[in-house]
């Protein structure tokens, strides 16, 4: 939609270099112009970017504002009528959008705290239920104020805040599921969502399997645990997209596409193509004079390989089922996050397990509440619950039920002993899943080495950690010990009914680096198969990942190198099962 005398020429350098489509503001002008050029058109129909300073409590515009609510729905009518005239890739709700810009703790407006009072009222049974979990004392719903991050950390008192946070982030998703509604007036085909920028998914409001779940568009940062997430998590139909990475070099332009279309997205989204002469970003993709900046052909000539049928090909095959599920829990993460204790986030655990399945072969997906609680851990053999201390009564449910039917659980940091609200339960409910019991309420001990050893069906295997903070509360009850970090145990295992592994401290980073033959035991057992065997010269494991899918009969084996891997050259031996 630039308003420069070349904007012609410019965005016909980027269809012939192989930009397919191009998001802008929405406007007529800019909608004929980019077609008649044979792009596809995104139009941008607003934007949910919050401006206030860093010292407000209150967002602006604030989300539960009745007068921008009106505001907005009258805006997005006008705005659909404008762009539904147009073929559409979709309709873009913003870039950039957020509920908060730079980790504050928003929204404390009126609007807020009332919505937040309606929220408790439908989320507990009743008054004396929040009461317990607060373990506060109010005479009814209305003006119960939340507390702050700093006097809920003072307090100890986690679930008042937790459930404002939790208020908060139904309110980000709730504004872009009422925009798509409003543009769907118009256009009822249409498919809505943005793009977000940054990682730090907590004060954004970025639950990234939510609003996978619910919106028909998601580009997600180039982040390995963020856009797996939003690959396991995203409604079929969905369209998803991987943002171009800041680290802008040859090998990571030839490498970006590729790792797109693996991980079942449809775009890579390059976030300044073209640039004035007053304004000319770092990662422009076509200089002022329209002539393509010296990095880009590096992308381009890969986007040409996947655009003449090689993508569509992918796409539309079946992915292998992966039989190993890591959970993400937002309720874990806010806990984790106001009561660091033990020093590891959610995100940070969930991405090693990512990491050390990666490296070791095995397919997996996440799962969230919503879709175990209707019963999707049958369709895998083992589940991974990193840092997973804050679980709904729904979903020890369907965890032990996963566990009595034979399935593999696996979890490192007291699973489940808070509740969704971030209440502490009175005992760990899943304790006895794992042949331990709880001296004292989990406590955090003092960094320290271990050396672990386990006996797995029969075979040793063995891993050693640095640093590594271990649940001083936990004993073993039935299980076996295979280490001590300092005096608290460590990984323990049981074996007698279905397999259970805990690993009684926090996972982040590298932590399983150097314990992966432990894991990758514990899963064979569990009857987990690797996505396929591969054979490597000098016992040096193939640093990448693995993707198998099917198409009709065909299967089709995919191999692609990390972007970072030590080796620029990887030599390895596929290893097909000729029996199946």
Same mark, same amino acid.
């Given at each position: 939609g630039s308003v420069e005398f070349n904007a012609r020429q410019f965005y016909r350098a980027l269809a012939e270099s192989g930009i397919g489509t191009a998001m802008f503001p929405a406007a007529e002008e800019s909608s004929r112009l980019l077609t008649s050029l044979g792009l596809h058109v995104l139009p941008r129909v607003t934007s949910y970017y919050p401006y206030q300073s860093a010292l407000s409590e209150v967002r602006a515009p604030c989300l539960?504002?009745?007068?921008?609510?009106?505001?907005?729905?009258?805006?997005?009518?006008?705005?659909?009528?404008?762009?539904?005239? $147009?073929?559409?890739?979709?309709?873009?709700?913003?870039?950039?959008?957020? %509920?908060?810009?730079?980790?504050?703790?928003?929204?404390?407006?009126?609007?807020?705290?009332?919505?937040?009072?309606? $929220?408790?009222?439908?989320?507990?049974?009743?008054?004396?239920?929040?009461?317990?979990?607060?373990?506060?004392?109010?005479?009814?719903?209305e003006n119960i104020v939340p507390p702050t991050e700093q006097q809920a950390r003072e307090s100890k008192r986690y679930a008042p805040w937790i459930d404002f946070r939790s208020y908060m982030d139904s309110v980000f998703l709730r504004t872009h599921a009422a925009a798509r509604g409003n543009v769907r007036v118009a256009d009822p085909r249409a498919r809505c969502g943005f793009a977000a920028r940054g990682t730090d998914e907590l004060f954004t409001g970025h639950d990234?399997?939510?609003?996978?779940?619910?919106?028909?568009?998601?580009?997600?940062?180039?982040?390995?645990?963020?856009?797996?997430?939003?690959?396991?998590?995203?409604?079929?139909?969905?369209?998803?997209?991987?943002?171009?990475?800041?680290?802008?070099?040859?090998?990571? %332009?030839?490498? %970006?596409?590729?790792?797109?279309?693996?991980?079942?997205?449809?775009s890579v989204w390059w976030p300044d193509v073209t640039a004035s002469t007053v304004?000319?970003?770092?990662?422009?993709?076509?200089?002022?004079l329209g002539n393509p900046a010296p990095f880009a052909p590096e992308f381009f000539q890969e986007t040409a390989v996947l655009q003449n049928g090689l993508a569509r090909l992918l796409l539309k095959s079946a992915p292998q089922r992966a039989e190993v599920a890591v959970y993400t829990s937002r309720s874990s993460a806010w806990l984790n996050h106001i009561d660091g204790q033990f020093e590891a986030s959610s995100a940070q655990a969930e991405r090693a397990y990512a990491v050390a399945l990666t490296g070791l072969g095995y397919a997996f997906d996440y799962v969230?509440?919503?879709?175990?609680?209707?019963?999707?851990?049958?369709? $895998?053999?083992?589940?991974?619950?990193?840092?997973?201390?804050?679980?709904?009564?729904?979903?020890?449910?369907?965890?032990?039920?996963?566990a009595e039917s034979g399935g593999c659980l696996i979890a490192d940091v007291a699973p489940g002993t808070y509740d969704e609200h971030g209440a502490a339960r009175e005992s760990p409910p899943l304790a006895d899943v794992f042949g331990?019991? $709880?001296?004292?309420?989990? +406590?955090?001990?003092?960094?320290?080495?271990?050396?672990?050893?386990?006996?797995i069906d029969g075979a040793k295997a063995s891993g050693d950690f640095a640093d590594i903070r271990a649940d001083s509360a936990v004993e073993p009850v039935g299980a076996q010990l295979g280490g001590l970090a300092g005096t608290a145990p460590v990984w323990m295992l049981r074996t007698d009914k279905s397999i259970a592994l805990l690993l009684n401290h926090a996972v982040a980073d590298r932590t399983l680096d150097r314990a992966r033959g432990l894991l990758d035991q514990? %899963?064979?057992?569990?009857?987990?198969r690797?996505?396929?065997?591969?054979?490597?010269?000098?016992?040096?494991?193939?640093?990448?990942?693995?993707?198998?899918?099917?198409?009709?009969?065909? +299967?089709?084996?995919?191999l692609l190198a990390d972007v970072d891997a030590a080796q620029e050259t990887q030599k390895v031996r596929l290893q097909f099962d000729r029996s199946s």
């Open positions: 539960n504002d009745p007068a921008f609510i009106v505001s907005e729905q009258t805006h997005l009518k006008g705005m659909a009528q404008i762009v539904r005239d $147009y073929s559409n890739t979709a309709i873009s709700l913003g870039d950039g959008n957020a %509920l908060s810009a730079t980790g504050e703790d928003l929204c404390r407006c009126a609007a807020c705290i009332a919505g937040s009072g309606e $929220y408790l009222r439908k989320t507990y049974v009743n008054l004396d239920a929040m009461e317990r979990a607060w373990g506060t004392s109010h005479e009814t719903w990234w399997g939510a609003l996978a779940s619910h919106l028909d568009l998601l580009a997600t940062p180039a982040d390995s645990r963020i856009v797996d997430i939003a690959r396991s998590l995203r409604a079929p139909s969905g369209f998803a997209g991987i943002e171009m990475t800041d680290a802008v070099s040859p090998e990571t %332009l030839r490498w %970006l596409p590729w790792y797109a279309v693996l991980h079942r997205a449809h304004n000319v970003p770092g990662m422009v993709g076509v200089d002022p969230s509440a919503p879709r175990i609680e209707k019963g999707a851990l049958a369709a $895998y053999r083992a589940l991974i619950l990193p840092m997973a201390r804050a679980l709904g009564d729904a979903e020890i449910a369907a965890i032990r039920s996963f331990v019991r $709880y001296a004292k309420a989990s +406590t955090a001990g003092a960094p320290a080495n271990a050396l672990v050893e386990l006996s514990v %899963l064979r057992v569990a009857g987990a690797r996505a396929i065997e591969i054979g490597v010269r000098k016992g040096k494991e193939f640093q990448g990942g693995r993707f198998v899918s099917n198409f009709g009969k065909a +299967t089709l084996v995919a």
